[in-house]
């Protein structure tokens, strides 16, 4: 009698995508974060609470962010699979994030940001799945 349990190397496709689209956030988070601190277009996290004008500025960068990086997920997702699923797991990833940053109270942040940091990626990843989706299927139709 035999269970059918996925392969390893089955288990790892469905797994790349996410994990390569949420590193790739993670990482140009970080750089565009510092840049911009750097060269003062941004505050820091610790003086940000009052500044609207700030957090919105982020709140859009990481927004296109996250459009990227489910973009990749999706474009690496297996042949023959929904690459939205892919797309979304980056941006319920993100969300969970978002979560975990909300409940260690993120350094005074107004509620409304650390709410629309929770919502947001999930959107931007449907934005980031589905351009990956029609450009997909539009360089299989040349």
């Not at 988070?29 to 505050?43: D, F, Q, S, Y």
């Not at 940053?101 to 931007?124: D, H, N």
């Amino acid at each position: 009698m035999s269970e059918s349990t996925p392969s390893q190397p089955a288990l790892i496709r469905h797994i790349l995508p996410v994990f390569v689209g949420g590193l790739l956030v993670a990482m140009l988070t970080v750089v565009t974060n510092n840049w911009l601190m750097a060269h003062g277009w941004i505050p820091d996290a610790s003086s940000m609470g009052g500044a609207t004008g700030a957090m919105l500025f982020v709140l859009l960068y990481q927004a296109v962010i996250t459009i990227i990086g489910s973009h990749m997920a999706a474009r690496l997702a297996p042949d023959g699979q929904p690459r939205i699923r892919y797309a979304l797991a980056v941006g319920v990833l993100l969300a969970v994030v978002g979560v975990a940053a909300a409940s260690q109270g993120a350094g005074g942040l107004p509620t409304w940001y650390l709410l629309a940091r929770i919502v947001s990626p999930i959107p931007a990843a449907i934005v980031g799945g589905g351009t990956a989706t029609r450009a997909l299927s539009q360089r299989r139709q040349a």
